[in-house]
């Protein structure tokens, strides 16, 4: 397989976290009652719109993130709370509980997806619309949870 289309995959994804994550942000200040609602806020999301089989493979996997997360939110939450050592959510910004939101969701949902791949999106994410302290702060969080998957912890079968 030519190195062009071998890439595709993989930059469609991110361009699916990164709509994911716009769409997830967006839905903290403006919350979706139901999936049809939901549906309405992420179809009123910024998206990279082009043409392709491609773009569509990451529309439709950051529908997958953003349903996923809207779906699982509480126990999403509940183990950032427990592994960022007890924080408040409400003492988390936005900006890292969003991308925590996307990964967590990311990490026991999506078995495909190696955990490596999901730390380091997320500290990609936390780059692009971070500050200089968001990158640890997820990164730890992240690792920790990427530990007792690996340890076994949860029903996941993935590899660090």
């Known amino acids: 397989m030519p190195e062009s289309e071998d890439k595709k995959p993989v930059a469609s994804r991110r361009k699916g976290r990164k709509q994911a994550f716009e769409c997830l942000y967006g839905l903290i200040f403006e919350s979706a009652a139901d999936e049809r609602s939901l549906r309405r806020v992420f179809s009123r999301c910024p998206h990279d719109v082009t043409e392709g089989e491609a773009e569509d493979a990451g529309r439709d996997f950051a529908w997958e993130l953003v349903s996923g ?12 709370v427990r592994f960022s050592k007890n924080w408040k959510l409400t003492r988390i910004a936005k900006v890292e509980l969003t991308i925590l939101r996307l990964s967590v969701y990311e990490i026991l949902h999506r078995p ?3 955990l490596r791949v999901t730390l380091n999106e997320a ?3 936390a780059k692009r619309y971070g500050d200089e302290n968001s990158r640890n702060f997820i990164n730890g969080i992240l690792d920790a949870i990427a530990k007792a998957v690996d340890s076994g912890e949860f029903e996941i079968h993935k590899d660090l």
């Open 69 to 80: 997360v809207w779906n699982n939110e509480r126990d999403i939450d509940a183990l950032i």
């Open 112 to 114: 495909d997806i190696p």
């Open 123 to 125: 500290i990609e994410l």
